[in-house]
Nanobody, 127 residues
């Protein structure tokens, strides 16, 4: 089983930047995907970004496109660079691993099959 540990959360003012990291142990597949999700209070979980581990394709939710960048160090760490943060980005951010690459479903491309979740890290953006 893949184990995931997030780091990098915190408090930032609107317009600021943060970078999250997700350290993954136990990655073995060639078709794996790593995704970032978030859950804000009283809102459903939202798929934020997805990375195909081997192929390198990256995908973003419309709400973060142009502001967030997902990347990896080609070893076991995936990053989420978040720029121009807004108060509505406030949420708990979760890293997730799936045995399949990012999939397009009803017009959105995200990590549809999740096998493992990280514990989450809080991002709070003040106005």
């Amino acid at each position: 089983e893949v184990q995931l540990v997030e780091a990098g959360g915190g408090l930032v003012q609107a317009g600021g930047s943060l970078i999250l990291s997700c350290s993954a142990s136990g990655l073995t597949g060639d078709d794996d995907g790593i995704g970032w999700f978030r859950r804000a209070p009283e809102k459903p979980r939202e798929a934020v970004s997805c990375l195909n581990v081997s192929a390198g394709g990256t995908y973003y939710a419309e709400s973060v496109k142009g502001r967030f960048t997902i990347s990896s160090d080609n070893k076991n760490t995936v990053y989420l660079q978040m720029n121009n943060l807004r108060p509505d980005d406030t949420a708990i951010y979760y890293c997730a691993h799936g045995p399949m690459e990012c999939e397009t479903y009803y017009g959105r491309t995200y990590l549809r099959h999740v096998a493992s979740w990280g514990g989450g890290t809080q991002i709070t953006v003040s106005a």
